[in-house]
């Protein structure tokens, strides 16, 4: 993997206050280029970067020639925003990286890049935002007006919900969040970031379960409610979270974790 950054501050009133109006997007805006041309790979890197300094965001690339050196990040791919992912690679292609992406998160923004154009029902069952064209005359324009779609989304696509933990007032992506535990009236919340983090705050788990139940949270267990997406599969009695967590379900209870899994598993 290599790796680009470009962190601008802008101090004109105009980039100032457009700054200001995208603080949703957050401090980072993080993109992953996932493509083995690596020339390609480079002038994408250069239209992403001369887009995102022209809009005044904070932003980092990331560039991966292969579908497996992505994979392999596992949960860690949340931590970007947008991936582009060329659909013909070896081993591992454009597809099979989105469908493993898609087990992960949903928030995440994949862009097909392709030399072809006969993949409109992967593209909708993968929920992919655009398909570029390599080669095309209008590549430029065509990068543009897909960021420029990106960022529309990102208003009311990414669910949020703030928490007064002992570490102090946070908002927290849900999408982020792997799972709660409880420790008699402690909560630890598990949320991947650059990388995993823990919160903590006094409250009871089943105002946690109230909260979340309508976002994609099961109650796996007395003493932990856990996002669905990051549920890798349900063995006997427990489950296997993406990121290689083991966690007991009880008897009276995995029939119903058992169920919910196959039915997000659909949805994906």
Do not use: W
Not at 141 to 157: F, G, L, Q, T
Not at 167 to 196: A, C, P, Q, T, W
């Amino acid at each position: 993997m290599s790796k680009y950054k470009m962190i601008e501050y802008k101090v004109s009133g105009k980039d100032c206050y457009q700054l200001a109006r995208k603080e949703e997007i957050k401090q980072m805006f993080k993109i992953a280029i996932c493509d083995d041309e690596n020339l390609f790979t480079e002038e994408l890197k250069e239209l992403l970067s001369g887009y995102m300094m022209e809009k005044g965001f904070i932003f980092e690339i990331d560039t991966y020639n292969s579908g497996e050196a992505l994979v392999e990040l596992g949960v860690g791919v949340v931590c970007y925003t947008v991936v582009f992912l060329d659909i013909n690679m070896e081993k591992i292609d454009g597809i099979k990286t989105a469908e493993v992406i898609r087990k992960v998160s949903r928030e995440i923004f994949i862009v097909f890049v392709t030399a072809y154009v006969d993949y409109s029902l992967e593209g909708y069952r993968l929920d992919v935002v655009r398909y570029l064209l390599k080669g095309n005359a209008n590549f430029q324009s065509n990068v543009n007006e897909c960021m420029d779609a990106i960022i529309d989304k990102m208003n009311y696509s990414v669910i949020k919900r703030k928490f007064d933990f002992k570490e102090g007032r946070k908002e927290i992506v849900l999408d982020r969040l792997l799972y709660i535990e409880s420790n008699l009236h402690r909560l630890e919340f598990h949320v991947m970031e650059d990388d995993e983090k823990v919160y903590t705050m006094y409250e009871i788990l089943n105002v946690m379960d109230d909260m979340l139940s309508e976002n994609g949270f099961i109650r796996t267990h007395q003493s932990y409610l856990v996002n669905v997406k990051y549920i890798k599969n349900v063995a006997r009695y427990k489950v296997i979270l993406t990121n290689g967590v083991e966690l007991p379900i009880p008897k009276v209870r995995y029939t119903e974790v058992k169920k919910k899994f196959i039915v997000c598993q659909g949805e994906v």
